[in-house]
């Protein structure tokens, strides 16, 4: 089975301020993981994913995550943030070899000007 | 690659009547999922079709919930009896076996009065 805890619900910041947003999961498999992003009144559309290979992934916007095994982590960060990133933040996590996709209970990031 | 799409787009119903959402996912997809979302959560697993089979219910959800996938096309979800609690947006998924990340439909908000 597995499991995701997302540490922050909200987090403000100023715009061009960085950010990061937290993200543990726990699995007895090997995992995939994602972060997906909701914003104002959208879907789900997917930010980023790590698959395999480089534990360092980056989305077009700017956003990169790095997969820790050692510390069961994925934080999502971004060094210089924008009015328009306001949204809500989720990480997931899908167990390699067919098992299903769980969701965090979501990060809600208000960027300030 | 129309996207999933979801029917209806809104749904208000009294407590105790049944009622019935339509997903149509991207048709190459063979995973298929049901997740609820409250207001400030993020999606909660419901169920998951690979293809025509129904791999996983989740526990939480009652004996009031059912869903099928005739064929491994279009999905449907029906709540019996409904309850205020049940009052949620109804998210349906679609992805390919393993690593690929999942399309949302934009959902279908149910109210129970």
């Known amino acids: 089975a597995q499991s995701v805890t997302q540490l922050d619900s909200q987090v403000p910041v100023f715009e061009e301020a960085p950010v990061e947003l937290r993200c543990n999961y726990s699995s007895s498999v090997s995992v995939y993981l994602f972060w997906y992003v909701q914003y104002p009144n959208q879907g789900l559309q997917l930010l980023l994913k790590?698959?395999?290979?480089?534990?360092l992934v980056e989305s077009i916007n700017g956003f990169e995550a790095e997969f820790n095994k050692s510390q069961t982590s994925f934080h999502l960060r971004k060094p210089s943030v924008h009015i328009s990133d306001t949204a809500e933040y989720f990480c997931?996590?899908?167990?390699?070899?067919?098992?299903?996709?769980?969701f965090g209970a979501g990060t809600r990031l208000f960027v300030k000007a | 690659d129309t996207g999933v799409s979801q029917d209806p787009r809104h749904k208000i119903t009294k407590r105790g009547q049944n009622v019935t959402f339509r997903c149509d996912p991207i048709?190459?997809?063979?995973?298929l999922y049901w997740y609820r979302q409250t207001l400030g959560q993020g999606p909660e697993f419901l169920t998951y079709?690979?293809?025509?089979?129904?791999?996983?219910k989740s526990r939480l959800l009652s004996d009031r919930f059912s869903a099928e996938r005739p064929k491994g096309s279009f999905s449907t979800l029906e709540i019996q009896r409904t309850e205020q609690g049940d009052s949620a947006m109804y998210l349906c998924?679609?992805?390919?076996?393993?690593?690929?990340?999942?399309?949302f439909g934009n959902g279908t908000r149910l109210t129970v009065t």
């Open positions: 997931a996590v899908t167990g390699t070899g067919g098992f299903k996709t769980i």
């Open positions: 998924a679609s992805g390919y076996l393993g690593d690929s990340p999942l399309h």
């Open positions: 048709s190459e997809h063979n995973r």
């Open positions: 790590y698959l395999s290979g480089s534990t």
């Open positions: 079709f690979q293809n025509e089979a129904q791999l996983e």
